[in-house]
């Protein structure tokens, strides 16, 4: 069922989606027996006809020596089980679960000799609930176990439960899961804040404990390498593992990994105050698939790597240098039949018998909650009395049972909460308690399944008044157990549980003890259709949602995304081979290297994961330092032209590169000059500039209005830069600037108007790159007066897709429409002349000369060149002579691209005509360097050697 499913690739994901269900639908329906037989997971007697998890049961309500687990083989057939081909079935997926915490924690009854008892909360009691997947669940049994005895003991215990243990120590227990987990990332993500630092031991600061996390997260990533197989789903979760993404695919690449949170993901902006929360966010994204209970998780995670990690943020999850993280919402759901055959048990009736009768003349109210600050006990004890101060006539007909389950007692934060509480309820059973009876039942404890049900039952009000919760299960227990009753949810709006029941259950903001109190009397006075109504709500979707359906959706989404990855891995170019770029330039007699200059040779600025990074220093585009000899020692070499070819102006290229021996091609090629000389300009003639001026107004406005966004005014180009502002107001910006740019007064405009990554441009039509290079290239042949053909050339730039046609000048055959193109908005485009097909690599430049202009056609302007009008100098060497235009035409072959001599290269960019990628500039770097050291070592030419104007006839 879960296995591979991808026969049609043409299959939409929301299609597979409604047929999976479909099918589950189906199999609920007509697999019942089946079912129940796999429901035997934990059972190690079969006895029982409902077939519980034997060590769920228990007689007395509190009581939980009756938990503890027979390790015996007869018992192992746990998540699952996993039945295997030998029985004739098909095999199932085989699945690794890894948690923090076993779904069992250990207790030494001698030295080699161990008792298993369940974990309460509410991971375990989802977990529990899958089935028919062969899984195996690694965790930590929450307890040291120093010796080796010990640990083979408990190995061979848990095995038989399907169960891996990591063996943690008590000094990294101590930091890791008391410290980092429970101190700091648990109330962060709960929305409570940060400790302070000095409210840490010296020896407990943040640093250790990070490090402790990360030495404990990096041990169960071992465990977890010992006991894979290929094709496995490594399912990791929650926040106690969130480096575990990253450790596994640093070992092993193609292990499928899932990383799911069951707490709240908060703001951005509480995620942000986490010293270490950079290396946390890039570990997760490791990942093939994130998953979170709520959209808005899921949309606080996005968010957060937009915003501190600078990263893309898409519909379908998070993209890094094309690598796609999906992120989605996987609300789960609890094992509803579980509990509703639970009911009809008959020690579970029983008991059901016996509250009734002890709470009679009583409506219960109930509260389950783990001892946790998130859980908003104070507040809830607080809101029912202020009810009972405001309703003197239920003060003998209402009781709340709150059962407070203890919970991280070694966290000093608990340990206050504990006393807290036990305050609150004394002053409040002081003050309301009559000599027979108290209002409240406080137990510091925690029930077993079958009382647990039995209380959820007689109930008729829960109150669950989470600050915040992932999801919160208690509120779906109650639910199913209400079929009889059909009692009232209270139910926090913080808890991610309002999501999904928030229609039935009466919403509260657990902080306004007011609203608490009304909604209590509201809740106990609701008339039965109004409750019926609601609990019908409510029942539907804690029946359909289940903890099944949750992990069968999550495995499937990651199988999916898996074979997705794949896909789209194999359209990204692969890295440029850099030793056979290397050695075909040796060979080579005359060489044209274009290099971008954005993000291809400049130095990159750290940024410390504020969006945006050091704006002053990044936006002064820097040539990178390393760069500096290499680029010296190719520029001056006899065979080799060196052109920088970029979007920026005139200034920026002469600041950076006034001292090499280059072509340097501003404006996207759109002026032109060899560094000895002077500028002049390979504009097409009469490029319409009219709009400059309205385009110049919007931008003007967008950037007063756009904190941190700035725009540039260039000779045939306007851009409007958003990098450093706010990225999701940026592109809601952006957004409405495309709109009004589209359908605006310029629509008619000859322009093209250009989306870049964080930038809008508007172009005169036929300002790109792959229109500029032949004339570029005119120009060069011209001056060098080269006769020897070009045969090696190496194109590498991170550039705009619009930019793209010109990896087209020298591969005719590429699509002509650029991936992602700009919308072009004008009537009569004016087609440059290299946007023209050439027949083959082997480019004849004749193709480019006038022979070949078509009627809306401008000329070449190689063939008509002007001088920059900025320079104003008219340079008479640079025109062509009537010879060397009719060896143009008549087909002098300039390009020999035939072989395997053309490298073109993109930077950053995997979706790409490019046939190459380097994916940063820092790559680059080092392949200019060793180019360099290469020729040096082969004797090409030195640094030093004299410079030379670069005659190819050499
Ligand atoms: O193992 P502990 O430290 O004792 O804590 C128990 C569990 O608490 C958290 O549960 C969360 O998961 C539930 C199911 O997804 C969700 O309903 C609830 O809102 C969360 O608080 C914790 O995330 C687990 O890892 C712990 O095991
Ligand atoms: O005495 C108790 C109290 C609670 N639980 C279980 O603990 C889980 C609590 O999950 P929830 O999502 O409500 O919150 P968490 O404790 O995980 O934050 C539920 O499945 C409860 O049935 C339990 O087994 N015994």
Not at 65 to 89: H, I, N, Q, T, Y
Not at 808 to 823: D, W
Request: aromatic letters at 8%; hydrophobic letters at 35%.
């Amino acid at each position: 069922m879960l296995g591979n499913k991808y026969t049609s690739q043409s299959q939409t994901r929301v299609g597979r989606l409604v047929r999976e269900r479909e099918l589950r639908k189906f199999n609920k329906i007509f697999n019942t027996d089946d079912k129940d037989a796999t429901d035997s997971s934990w059972s190690n007697s079969g006895s029982d006809c409902f077939r519980e998890p034997e060590f769920l049961l228990g007689d007395d309500m509190g009581s939980r020596d009756d938990e503890m687990v027979d390790a015996s083989p007869r018992a192992s057939r746990s998540l699952g089980g996993g039945f295997g081909a030998s029985e004739g079935k098909p095999m199932k997926q085989r699945l690794l679960v890894v948690a923090n915490r076993l779904p069992v924690s250990a207790c030494r009854c001698g030295e080699d000799s161990w008792s298993l008892e369940i974990s309460a909360g509410g991971l375990v009691s989802a977990l529990l609930g899958v089935k028919d997947v062969d899984a195996k669940w690694i965790g930590w049994a929450g307890v040291n176990v120093p010796d080796v005895i010990g640990q083979k003991a408990l190995v061979k215990a848990l095995a038989e439960k399907r169960c891996i243990p990591v063996f943690l120590d008590e000094q990294i227990v101590h930091q890791y899961y008391n410290g980092y987990c429970n101190n700091i990332l648990w109330p962060l993500f709960h929305y409570l804040g940060l400790p302070q630092e000095d409210g840490l031991a010296t020896t407990h600061n943040f640093q250790s404990q990070f490090d402790a996390y990360k030495k404990a997260n990096q041990m169960f990533a071992d465990v977890v390498n010992q006991h894979y197989e290929e094709g496995d789903i490594v399912w990791c979760h929650d926040y106690h593992l969130m480096f575990l993404p990253k450790c596994l695919k640093d070992h092993n690449s193609k292990m499928k990994v899932g990383w799911f949170l069951h707490t709240p993901f908060p703001s951005s902006e509480i995620h942000r105050t986490l010293p270490s929360r950079l290396e946390l966010l890039r570990s997760v994204l490791a990942a093939d698939l994130v998953g979170f209970h709520t959209y808005d998780y899921a949309r606080h995670f996005v968010s957060a790597c937009t915003r501190i990690l600078e990263l893309e943020g898409t519909p379908e999850g998070v993209e890094d240098q094309g690598k796609l993280t999906r992120v989605a919402a996987f609300p789960i759901g609890i094992d509803s039949d579980r509990f509703q055959r639970a009911l009809e048990l008959p020690k579970v009736k029983d008991k059901i018998n016996e509250l009734t009768q002890k709470f009679d003349g009583r409506k219960v109210m109930l509260g389950v909650d783990r001892l946790d600050m998130i859980k908003g006990i104070p507040q809830k004890i607080l809101a029912f009395e202020k009810f009972l101060e405001e309703n003197p006539d239920w003060h003998d007909k209402v009781i709340l049972l709150q059962i407070a389950v203890p919970t991280r007692t070694d966290v000093p934060e608990y340990q206050k909460l504990t006393c807290q509480v036990h305050e609150i309820v004394g002053r409040i059973n002081g003050r309301f308690g009559t000599l027979t009876a108290v209002p409240i039942h406080h137990l510091d404890r925690s029930l077993d399944f079958h009382a647990l049900c039995a209380l959820y039952a007689v109930t008729d009000v829960a109150l669950v008044t989470s600050l915040r919760d992932g999801m919160n299960l208690v509120s779906y227990e109650f639910v199913a157990c209400q079929g009889a009753k059909k009692g009232v949810l209270i139910l926090s709006e913080f808890a991610g549980a309002a999501q999904s029941l928030g229609a039935g259950a009466l919403l509260v903001n657990p902080w306004n003890i007011t609203e608490v109190a009304d909604s209590i009397a509201k809740a106990l006075n609701m008339p039965a259709d109004e409750r019926e109504k609601r609990h019908r709500h409510n029942y539907a979707h804690v029946t359909t949602h289940t903890a099944q359906d949750w992990a069968e959706t999550f495995v499937s989404e990651l199988n999916d995304t898996v074979v997705e990855a794949q896909i789209r891995t194999k359209q990204v170019p692969p890295l440029l081979p850099s030793e056979k770029a290397i050695g075909q330039y040796l060979q080579s007699k005359n060489r044209l290297l274009i290099l971008g200059l954005n993000s291809t040779l400049t130095e990159l600025v750290e940024s410390s994961g504020r969006r945006g990074g050091d704006q002053i220093k990044e936006m002064e585009l820097k040539l990178h330092l390393d760069l500096k000899d290499p680029l010296k020692s190719l520029c001056n070499d006899p065979k080799t032209t060196v052109v920088v070819l970029s979007g920026s102006d005139r200034r920026v290229l002469d600041d950076n590169f006034g001292e090499y021996n280059m072509w340097l091609a501003a404006e996207n090629g759109m002026f032109l000059r060899l560094t000895d000389g002077e500028w002049m300009t390979t504009m097409p003639e009469h490029l319409n500039m009219d709009w400059v001026d309205s385009v110049k107004h919007v931008f003007e406005y967008f950037t007063e209005r756009t904190p941190r966004s700035h725009f540039e005014h260039r000779e045939t180009s306007l851009v409007w830069n958003y990098k450093y502002a706010d990225v999701e107001f940026g592109k809601l910006q952006a957004r409405d600037m495309l709109q009004h740019l589209w359908t605006g007064p310029i629509s008619n405009a000859a322009v093209d108007v250009v989306q870049g990554n964080r930038s809008v441009e508007v172009r005169s039509v036929g300002v790109t790159k792959g229109a500029a290079i032949d004339r570029i290239l005119g120009e060069i042949v011209h001056s060098k007066k080269m006769v020897t053909p070009i045969d090696y050339v190496l194109c590498i730039g991170h550039f705009l897709a619009k930019d793209e046609d010109i990896y087209t000048f020298f591969e005719p055959e590429l699509p002509s429409e650029p991936l992602n193109s700009a919308r072009t908005k004008t009537a009569e485009v004016m087609k440059a002349p290299s946007e023209k097909r050439h027949g083959g690599k082997q480019t004849n430049i004749k193709n480019n000369s006038k022979t070949s202009h078509s009627k809306n056609q401008k000329p070449n302007i190689a063939s008509e060149r002007k001088v920059s009008s900025a320079s104003q100098n008219n340079n008479p060497n640079s025109r062509l002579s009537p010879q060397e235009m009719m060896s143009w035409q008549e087909g002098s072959s300039i390009l020999d691209l035939k072989g395997d001599n053309y490298f073109s290269c993109a930077v950053g960019r995997k979706q790409s005509n490019a046939r190459y990628l380097l994916n940063s500039s820092k790559e680059v770097v080092s392949f200019l360097k060793k180019l360099a050291m290469s020729c040096s070592q082969n004797g090409h030419f030195s640094a030093n050697h004299h410079h030379c104007n670069g005659n190819g006839r050499s």
